[in-house]
């Protein structure tokens, strides 16, 4: 196929199959990371989607004719695969999935050693610039391929120190990678599990796997609901990222749940390090602060945060969006972020509903997108209607109060710019949120 360099994003591969990106692309991506990286052994792993085989088998081509060993662990979620390039001592990895993308879509997830992620700042422009040229270098010796397995290992890990018997928790795996953990671990932490959507099944038949969606998470509030279940839990399509619901049936915001999981961590370790992301309630920074933690904000996206991860020695972070991330292999997992909830849940005897209540402190807008073509000059404008705001500039620009505060950042692959903001009370933010629209709108 003809170069596509739009498939080539901020933190991975990704494109429509085969229009965008196809088994041939993947070859010559594996020989553009193996002479990139320079990696002599790595980890390659895939999820359920139907196209996800051909690329494979493509990219492991093209690896190995690079002179590179390749480890393949098969259909792994991504925090497994994370897991492995840690375990299995790799030089690095590429994971074949498109996340929470629609069936049409697949891609290349890249780390290199202990998962530290390759993105648009790290590699991933210098390897797609050598996919373009497709001007291989002759390889005296080409790479093995072995397999191994670790996922024993990593149950063990996610699983260890819980307890669930007596609980009854819907599990929703939108037909993603989670299902193939799942009766596994739901097994061994001893909950009585209503299963929904475990079959692995790329063209994911019931409903996207992306929780963050509002309308793909109907089918388990309102399972958690019938079975009165004392909470649920949605998965993305590769399960780095979950959403956790109460026993009424009432979905928990993404940075909610980093305060909770702050809280449970930080028992084990009192007075360690947590990131939280900036479209954050400020409810976040406070609850870790409470707990006896350092509250360390930081930028949006999996890149940039591992990274600060490491230079803080942070124990945790948590994102908005569902990602949350864990020490010492500084990787997302879903299902250790499901073992906090319910260890805290266990310990304190309550129901989550009476864990989030004392969380959910402000008033808050979901994020919203707004069409801006000069998205400079929007954020310009941001900084002189409220040029006696304290200013941040860490992602996008942030503005902020005693009482309110609201962050603009600008889309990395789209004219957009995305609003997060929130205030003490609703009628402040319904006031400030018309506010900004206007400056936005009229950018």
């Known amino acids: 196929m003809v170069f596509n360099p739009t498939i080539y994003r901020s933190y991975d591969i990704r494109g429509v199959v085969p229009d965008e990106f196809d088994a041939q692309e993947a070859y010559h991506i594996g020989r553009a990371y193996a002479e990139f990286v320079g990696a002599q052994k790595v980890v390659v792993a895939r999820d359920m989607r139907p196209t996800g085989d051909a690329i494979t088998e493509q990219l492991i081509k093209g690896l190995t004719e690079g002179g590179v060993d390749v480890i393949l662990i098969g259909m792994a979620t991504t ?96 037909n993603g990678m989670a299902g193939l953990l799942a009766e596994d671990y739901f097994k061994r932490i001893g909950a009585n599990v209503v299963p929904l959507y475990w079959e692995l099944d790329g063209s994911f038949p019931n409903h996207e796997a992306d929780p963050l969606t509002v309308k793909n998470r109907a089918d388990a509030e309102a399972a958690v609901k019938e079975h009165k279940a004392d909470l649920g839990v949605m998965f993305d399509g590769d399960a780095d990222r979950v959403f956790f619901i109460d026993e009424h049936g009432a979905t928990i915001d993404g940075d909610i749940t980093t305060a909770l999981i702050a809280q449970e961590l930080l028992k084990q370790q009192p007075g360690s390090t947590i990131l939280y992301d900036l479209r954050s309630s400020r409810a976040v920074k406070e609850v870790v602060k409470e707990a006896g933690g350092t509250a360390s904000m930081s930028k949006v996206g999996h890149s940039n945060i591992k990274k600060q991860m490491r230079e803080e020695n942070a124990i945790f972070a948590g994102e908005v969006s569902g990602h949350f991330y864990f020490a010492p292999w500084y990787a997302e997992s879903a299902f250790y972020a499901l073992s906090s909830v319910l260890k805290l849940k266990r310990e304190s005897g309550k129901q989550l509903s009476e864990l989030t209540k004392p969380i959910m402190r402000y008033a808050k807008t979901p994020e919203i997108n707004f069409e801006v073509e000069d998205k400079d000059a929007a954020l310009q404008a941001m900084k002189k209607q409220y040029s006696d705001a304290e200013i941040l500039e860490l992602d996008g620009v942030s503005v902020v109060y005693s009482d309110w505060w609201a962050n603009v950042r600008a889309s990395n692959t789209e004219p957009l710019l995305r609003l997060n903001m929130e205030a003490n009370k609703q009628e402040l933010l319904d006031q400030k949120r018309m506010e900004i629209e206007g400056i936005l709108q009229g950018s």
């Open 79 to 174: 925090p497994l695969f994370y897991f492995s390039v840690h375990k299995l001592k790799a030089d690095g990895g590429l994971m074949v999935t498109a996340s929470h993308n629609p069936g049409k879509y697949n891609g290349i997830k890249m780390t290199r050693a202990e998962a530290v992620p390759i993105g648009g700042n790290s590699g991933l422009l210098d390897i797609r610039d050598l996919v373009e040229k497709r001007e291989w270098k002759d390889i005296a010796k080409q790479g093995s391929v072995s397999e191994a397995d670790v996922r024993e290992k990593y149950l063990d890990f996610v699983t260890e120190g819980v307890d669930a018997s007596g609980l009854t928790i819907v599990a929703d795996a939108g």
